[in-house]
């Protein structure tokens, strides 16, 4: 890539001047730069950027990427695969987002628990042992022709 | 029984990890204070002077073959390159290495065992039905 090596991502900056550095580097105001927790995690000082999806943005203005809503040169999310339009929508929803849960949790519950009581008590109506004929099919069973075929009879009369 | 008074809003709409607050619910969103007009004054001026660079290479008479993003570049470099050197065994780090990284190995290296031995002994001892089949 044609970035110098202070255009590119580095360790989690400590004083404010790195910071303020920071914040240019990734044309942020430094108000605006929050790098995330130094937790040894990998981050680095990388910004933390609000948790919004692509969903969220403008889909009217005239962006310089119009599939992933995305200027050239704004910076990205870390988690910004994530975010895109054929992936996870944070939008707000129509219905209460507990109240979704509640009706989804209630439904498969519900669903998982009658299928697991048809699973131990299953439901049918009264079935017997099939019949079959000439003699419970003893020729077709290799029985010996020859020899005299045990009657089997399934009827009474 | 009649109903009680619709819930407040707020709570009903409020943001957690995977839906954010409307932007009508927020009264970040109402206040027109010089400080916040300012700051976006500012936001607004980052983003007019990124705007002009990318249309400037755009449009240009003579313009490169591939536009590079900064912004995509340094995002990938920080997913991939800066993980590694800003990385720090600690407490959290290590354990959740321990837990994920080394647990499932040994975890399934005990489970194969057992689950061998077990077989083996039922083999030895006559118990165990081997089926004869191609799949």
Do not use: C
Request: proline residues 12%.
């Amino acid at each position: 890539s044609g970035l110098s090596s202070e255009m590119l991502p580095g360790p989690y900056p400590r004083t404010p001047e790195e910071r303020a550095a920071a914040a240019k580097k990734y044309n942020m105001r430094v108000e605006d730069y929050q790098p995330y927790p130094d937790d040894g995690l990998g981050y680095g000082d990388y910004p933390m950027l609000p948790k919004r999806s692509a969903h969220e943005r403008d889909p009217w203005y005239q962006w310089d990427q119009p599939d992933m809503r995305h200027n050239w040169g704004e910076p990205m999310h870390w988690d910004f695969d994530m975010y895109i339009r054929n992936r996870f929508d944070t939008s707000p929803t129509q219905i209460p987002w507990h109240t979704m849960r509640k009706h989804f949790l209630v439904f498969l519950s519900t669903m998982l628990i009658m299928f697991g009581i048809g699973q131990f008590y299953p439901s049918y109506r009264p079935v017997g042992p099939k019949q079959y004929p000439f003699n419970d099919l003893y020729l077709e069973r290799g029985g010996d022709p020859n020899k005299e075929a045990p009657v089997v009879t399934h009827y009474e009369i | 029984m009649a109903a009680g008074p619709p819930p407040n809003a707020a709570k009903g709409y409020g943001p957690n990890q995977f839906v954010s607050l409307p932007a009508e619910l927020d009264p970040a969103d109402y206040d027109a204070s010089p400080e916040k007009r300012r700051a976006e004054a500012e936001r607004l001026a980052i983003r007019a002077q990124l705007k002009r660079q990318y249309q400037l290479q755009l449009n240009s008479p003579n313009p490169p073959t591939v536009i590079e993003d900064p912004a995509l570049l340094r995002w990938v470099h920080a997913k991939t390159q800066n993980v590694y050197p800003t990385f720090r065994p600690t407490r959290q780090t290590s354990f959740r290495g321990a837990l994920f990284a080394i647990g499932p190995i040994l975890f399934w290296m005990a489970a194969f065992k057992i689950e061998r031995d077990r077989k083996e002994k039922l083999i030895r001892e006559g118990k165990y039905e081997r089926p004869f089949s191609v799949f």
